[in-house]
């Protein structure tokens, strides 16, 4: 059956980039999937060097800037490069590198992987490094609180030890954000090498604790945890008292490898990056130069020229990371018009309540104008009219975005947040393409 769903998979997606269906980012694997269940883990026994991010925020950027790093090199990379994170998606990028005959050609593959799919994807994909990077509360309706991911990841990284995988657990490094509590506690009982990156970075520390804080509670014993400093949400500098989990001493830090792109949240990616680098065997001077060349993923600040004006697009899709993103505009020196734009479509998670979790208040005395569109622009709006600030509001996202371009002088930047379904809306009507 392997070889039908290979031949059934790379004709779908053929087919699909070939009349412009898609991308053929999910379809081809979910067709071989159906004909080969197993096709994922034929695929993992040709090829050794397999890469997963996992986590809530950052997945999609630290791929793309571990791809640059590896590409610097000279080393061919495979990944899914659209963020289709579930098992058709991987499945789709090995169809991609795959010939005809099923045979893989690349020398790494880096996949972004579902927080909630993790644990599934590891019974038949066996890696050889493995990035947890963080747990934020995302689409509550569908993943539930992050302990229960947290739980489930360290269940299903332990069950390692004892599977009859291709690669042994005792092989695959665990690389972990030492910041984030609850995943610092996923890696602790694990047998494998766990290495840690953090920020350490007390100049980026918030004065005071975010409305939007996960947790403030010990993953382990449920004790309040004491913070040293915070750089947002939980993630800072953390002990708890009781049962004396604490946070680890870290391989890498901020000043070793400086972010190409703005936003704290992005010197996380970079570390993230960096570590999986210095694992193949990267030296730092190259892992530095092959970043001063990154250009952004599709919606992850990434800057869009449209009709003479510099608009750029931060991907806000949770509490955390939407308080990112405003934190990343108002300390921007390129100010302009904001647009926010809400949807609660399924890649958006339908409950939309999260949004008064979300610091909108540091717009009260934002001066450039704001434009309120999407699914749900009248929760959006409704949350606005609390904090006391000026809005536009518009039904249609097309009318919306010539607005805001209007808006937005020559010397200005246009800040556009939007949620997942409504940043692909965005980047169609501003480049013809939702993802690539």
């Given amino acids: 059956m392997f070889q039908i769903a290979i031949f059934a998979g790379k004709l779908v997606c053929l087919i699909s980039k070939t009349l412009r269906l898609g991308a053929g980012a999910t379809w081809p694997g979910e067709i071989a999937l159906r004909l080969d269940p197993a096709i994922l883990q034929k695929f993992s026994k040709q090829q050794k060097n397999i890469i997963l991010i996992a986590g809530t925020n950052g997945k999609t950027t ?154 403030i509670y010990c993953p382990r014993c449920g004790s309040r945890l004491t913070f040293g400093g915070v750089y947002f949400s939980h993630l800072g500098k953390w002990a708890c008292g009781k049962c004396r989990l604490t946070h680890p001493r870290v391989d890498v830090i901020s000043r070793d490898f400086p972010s190409p792109i703005e936003g704290v949240y992005n010197r996380y990616n970079t570390l993230a990056a960096a570590m999986v680098a210095k694992e193949v065997e990267i030296s730092d001077h190259d892992i530095r130069e092959a970043l001063k060349n990154f250009t952004p993923a599709f919606g992850r600040m990434e800057e869009i020229d449209a009709e003479g004006k510099r608009v750029k697009i931060l991907l ?13 505009v108002l300390s921007s020196k390129q100010k302009g018009p904001i647009l926010l734009v809400l949807n609660d479509r399924i890649p958006d998670g339908t409950d939309v309540s999260w949004i008064w979790d979300v610091d909108f208040e540091t717009l009260k005395n934002y001066k450039e104008k704001i434009f309120v569109c999407g699914d749900r622009q009248y929760d959006l709006g409704l949350r606005l009219k609390y904090v006391g600030t000026a809005f536009n509001m518009h039904g249609n996202l097309e009318e919306a975005l010539q607005k805001a371009l209007k808006e937005t002088q020559k010397d200005q930047m246009l800040w556009i947040l939007p949620t997942y379904s409504a940043m692909l809306d965005v980047r169609k009507i501003l480049t013809g393409k939702k993802i690539l």
């Fill in 316 to 328: 806000s899709k949770n509490p955390t990371g939407f308080n990112e993103s405003l934190r990343t």
């Fill in 62 to 215: 630290t791929v793309k800037m571990v791809e640059t790093i590896l590409r610097y090199k000279g080393l061919s990379v495979q990944h899914n490069a659209s963020g289709a994170n579930l098992n058709n998606g991987l499945v789709s990028a090995f169809l991609t590198d795959a010939g005809w005959n099923g045979r893989l050609t690349s020398d790494y593959f880096i996949f972004e992987v579902d927080e909630a799919t993790l644990p599934n994807i590891l019974k038949t994909l066996m890696p050889n490094i493995i990035v947890l990077t963080n747990l934020f509360r995302d689409q509550l309706d569908r993943y539930g609180e992050v302990d229960v991911i947290a739980e489930k990841w360290q269940e299903a990284l332990l069950k390692l030890d004892t599977g009859n995988q291709s690669i042994k657990m005792h092989q695959t490094v665990v690389i972990i954000n030492a910041d984030d509590p609850h995943v610092v506690l996923v890696g602790e009982k694990l047998a494998t090498t766990v290495k840690y990156f953090g920020l350490e970075d007390a100049s980026l520390f918030l004065p005071n604790m975010q409305h939007a804080t996960d947790t």
